[in-house]
């Protein structure tokens, strides 16, 4: 017999931000499966341990992913808990929802599921989160037949995410709930049925703020920006003057010292090609200063989380693609093809590409998917003279400048 | 049978009129209280968003929950956020007043806009995952009911972000966040030789440790692990079930510091570890939550405006930030894996 009372979580009633707990209760009203994880989880807090049995394969037909097994280590003890398996769901661009969608996906879980969700999970998909097997299938037939799709897991694209864009937001560069609804639509294959070394992800946020945090989360990250210069409206500038010290929290905080304020004019000047669109100025001045007319984005490589080779920021290898458009999108599709095919090739089994791109080095990688070199590619150039020259391109005779042998 | 490869839903279709009739011709936002922003397009129409912090993990109760109030304010349209915040979506401004009185009359806990603590992006800790060193709904609950007054005020230096992994696979943002906790293990594997020789793929196994630690064992058809080169970052268990590796007793929370992804200013970067290990005091973590008020508190005391953590640390200098924490410093600090050297000071340039 299970010991029901929880003393521990209990204690996570109290207090002033939402309580899990409450939300885990809720659903035990309704759903034995949810009371029992309950159980399992006071007594994971009561021993300071996890009690979930490693690892788990499970799925539904014509996909190798989208759903997480898992099973309880006490199966006697926690029957209704010994398959608690979690379905992900492709989420909406920019997690946009009516109602009516909403609870189309309330009424689909509560049927088979513990009632239990994320929203979301860190990749962006909804979780439902603890199904017995045999409902895997028909959960999936039936949030099929009102219009969902499974997101990723394994060795696959994952879900790609967004940021609120062009939806709600003034400094987007570009579509990115387009893009990512385009995209993701474009790679279906790839997202559904695991065929590469290892993970890998693709995030688009729509300025270099980031919201999707994109730089350090997926292993291409798509930043939007411009390539001509900031859009200024001074009469705006003299208002913000009124109420705050341009000079101190704008100008001095310019990581390029390129923003000049007159407080005789009160104007707001700026030299245009020393700007970096790091977006510090438009942060505080968003009434005032806008981002130029031609807009585009920058596409990185290689972010990660630690495992195996230290987490890794994605990097720079296109400064500017044009996002605008349909033909847009296409290009960054081919681009993503010869990336995944290089990686498919060359990547060790769970190696994520910018672990790959480490161990053979950035000209293999350029190489490889036929980008020209640049220098906003790096920080600074290298500082060793250990450069691999292309021998083919060198002559080889083996002879001195007389024609003598070496 | 369930239609193959259909994608996503449609997001056009789930878009309130105001945000298809202002689609990227946003002018201008303002934030004109804690939790609220107001957005106004070129037409001059103004959208409303309300945020309100979640717990992530949420019943079906709390998701027909938030689309009544949404179906009554918001004509049945809302959104949740990169940080696991719902926003309702307010297009009548007549009915701004009425959702915030009834939010707060419900319990709802509106904020984490601007310079606030907004939630913490989390992982699965015990409560579904297999491979934890710590639990993440009962940390962040902690944590976000001692820092509550964060949430709803907007009266930090700058915006702060908060990110918990419960172990070094670290999912989500806890590499690049301004405070990280992470769960850690501080003991090597116990190796189940029975399980290995039952299914384990050895070469893989040995490939999964990134210090090299794991070598074959022909002979017993299992492998040895060398502990002098273990610092048990648990991915041999998430390789091979014979790997177990947690440790009640010594499983628990290093808290990492500075991350940021934004290139607003200076450039992204990495969280760096300040403490190593904080015990895993269930349900409430009480060393945990001190140990984050105390940094939060220090760089509210001493931060330029607009700072975030990273930038303050990296212009006072580590050294300052570890004497003004007393927080004690250790060689655990000190990096020894791949990319180490470049985190030596190699300067004269340093404070006493």
Not at chain 1, 211 to 233: E, H, K
Not at chain 2, 310 to 316: A, F, L, N
Request: hydrophobic residues 35%.
């Amino acid at each position: 017999m299970t010991e029901k009372n929880t003393p521990l979580l209990d204690e996570l009633e109290k207090g002033k931000w939402p309580s899990f707990v409450t939300e885990i209760k809720r659903a035990a009203v309704k759903s034995e499966a949810a009371g029992e994880l309950l159980q399992v989880l006071e007594r994971s807090y009561k021993e300071r341990r996890g009690h979930w049995k490693h690892g788990g394969i499970v799925g539904v037909r014509g996909y190798g992913g989208g759903v997480i097994g898992r099973y309880v280590d006490e199966p006697q003890t926690y029957p209704n808990v010994a398959e608690f398996h979690t379905v992900r769901l492709l989420q909406p661009s920019g997690w946009f929802y009516n109602t009516k969608t909403l609870r189309t996906v309330c009424d689909i879980w509560e049927k088979y599921g513990s009632g239990l969700t994320n929203m979301h999970g860190s990749t962006g998909d909804i979780i439902l989160l603890g199904c017995k097997t045999e409902h895997i299938q028909p959960i999936f037939d039936e949030f099929s037949d009102a219009g969902f799709d499974l997101g990723g897991s394994g060795s696959c694209l994952r879900t790609p995410n967004c940021c609120v864009g062009p939806g709600r937001c003034e400094h987007a560069c570009y579509d990115t709930l387009e893009a990512c609804y385009n995209i993701t639509n474009e790679f279906m294959d790839e997202l559904h049925r695991p065929m590469w070394p290892y993970k890998s992800k693709i995030k688009f946020s729509g300025c270099a703020n980031d919201c999707t945090s994109s730089i350090a989360r997926s292993d291409c990250s798509v930043i939007g920006t411009w390539r001509d210069t900031l859009r200024i409206d001074q009469e705006a500038v003299k208002e913000y003057a009124a109420k705050i010290n341009i000079k101190a929290a704008v100008c001095d905080k310019c990581p390029t010292s390129c923003l000049t304020f007159n407080a005789e004019t009160q104007e707001l000047s700026v030299v245009g090609e020393d700007c970096t669109r790091c977006m510090h100025c438009i942060n505080v001045m968003p009434k005032a200063i806008q981002p130029g007319k031609e807009k585009g984005a920058t596409i990185l490589i290689g972010g990660k989380s630690t495992i195996v080779q230290s987490a890794f920021m994605s990097w720079v290898i296109v400064p500017f693609m044009k996002m605008e458009a349909e033909d847009d999108f296409a290009e960054f599709k081919d681009l993503m093809r010869r990336i995944w095919e290089w990686w498919d090739e060359h990547g060790k089994s769970r190696e994520r590409i910018g672990e790959t791109i480490y161990r053979l080095g950035m000209t293999k990688f350029l190489n490889g998917i036929e980008v020209a070199p640049v220098p906003q590619m790096v920080f600074r150039p290298r500082a060793n003279p250990y450069v691999f020259w292309n021998q083919d391109d060198l002559d080889r005779s083996g002879t001195a400048l007389d024609g003598s042998k070496l | 049978m369930a239609i193959l490869d259909q994608g996503p839903p449609h997001y056009k279709k789930m878009l309130p009129p105001i945000v298809q009739e202002n689609y990227g011709k946003w002018k201008y936002h303002e934030i004109p209280s804690p939790g609220v922003l107001k957005h106004v397009g070129e037409s001059g129409a103004a959208l409303y968003s309300v945020r309100v912090g979640t717990p992530r993990l949420v019943s079906i109760d709390f998701i027909r929950d938030v689309c009544v109030i949404a179906d009554e304010y918001c004509d049945g349209f809302l959104r949740w956020t990169t940080r696991n915040n719902v926003e309702f979506l307010v297009s009548d401004e007549a009915k701004l007043k009425p959702l915030l009185e009834k939010l707060e009359a419900e319990g709802y806990s509106v904020g984490g806009t601007g310079r606030s603590v907004s939630n913490i992006v989390h992982t699965q800790g015990w409560v579904h995952c297999h491979t934890p060193a710590t639990d993440a709904s009962g940390v962040v609950k902690a944590v976000m009911d001692d820092l509550y007054e964060y949430f709803n005020t907007m009266k930090l230096p700058a915006k702060l972000k908060m990110g918990l992994a419960c172990c070094l696979n670290m999912c989500g943002a806890a590499h690049c966040s301004d405070i990280a906790i992470v769960g850690v293990h501080r003991t090597p594997p116990r190796i189940n030789h029975e399980v290995i020789r039952k299914g384990t793929e050895i070469p893989s196994l040995v490939a999964s440790c990134p210090t090299g630690a794991i070598r074959p064992d022909p002979k017993n058809k299992s492998v040895i692990v060398n502990e002098d080169k273990c610092m048990y970052c648990g991915n041999c268990y998430t390789m091979s079930p014979a790997m177990e590796i947690y440790d009640p007793k010594n499983d628990g929370i290093a808290i990492l510091i500075g991350g940021k992804t934004s290139n607003a200013r200076t450039s992204p970067s990495f969280s760096r570890m300040v403490i190593p290990f904080l015990p895993n005091t269930a349900p409430r973590w009480p060393e945990t939550t001190e140990a984050i008020r105390k940094i939060i508190e220090l760089w509210i005391a001493n931060a330029n405006d607009g700072e975030r953590v990273g930038e303050w640390v990296e212009r006072i200098g580590w050294e300052r930030f570890f004497t003004l924490a007393e927080l004690p410093f250790s060689d655990m600090l000190i990096d020894d894996y791949i990319f180490s050297r470049e985190t030596f000071r190699t300067s004269a340039q340093f404070k006493y």
